[in-house]
């Protein structure tokens, strides 16, 4: 049975961290390219940062570069997102998402909100 659990979300001030955690279960990981989506209320569903099998290669929204930062342990089926300097715009749930080809798999999600 595949799980993708999300963790780490919360309630923070404008300016500081949160760390998000995505576990998995029930598929090879290692072989999976991981993503992280965020949905906020009444937006669609945007693309926000996504790293390679390996972890060798990542990539970034634009609205997040030189903020946020995707990396994973292989070792232990998890891949995180450093968020930094969070805005109120950052507010939103945050998805992972494994794409272990031809199969894709979303978790439930994790409320971050960002506000004084």
């Known amino acids: 049975q595949v799980q993708l659990v999300e963790s780490g979300g919360g309630l923070v001030q404008p300016g500081g961290s949160l760390r998000l955690s995505c576990t998995a279960s029930?598929?090879?990981?290692?072989?999976?390219?991981m993503k992280w989506y965020r949905q906020a209320s009444g937006k669609e569903r945007e693309l926000v940062a996504s790293?390679?099998?390996?972890?060798?290669?990542?990539r970034y929204a634009d609205s997040v570069k030189g903020r946020f930062t995707v990396s994973r342990d292989n070792s232990k089926n998890t891949v995180y997102l450093q968020m930094n300097s969070l805005k109120p715009e950052d507010t939103a749930t945050y998805l992972c998402?494994?794409?272990?080809?031809?199969?894709?798999?979303w978790g439930q999600g994790t409320q971050v909100t960002v506000s004084s």
């Open positions: 029930g598929f090879t990981f290692s072989r999976a390219e």
């Open positions: 790293i390679s099998s390996s972890g060798g290669s990542t």
């Open positions: 998402n494994a794409i272990a080809v031809p199969d894709s798999y």
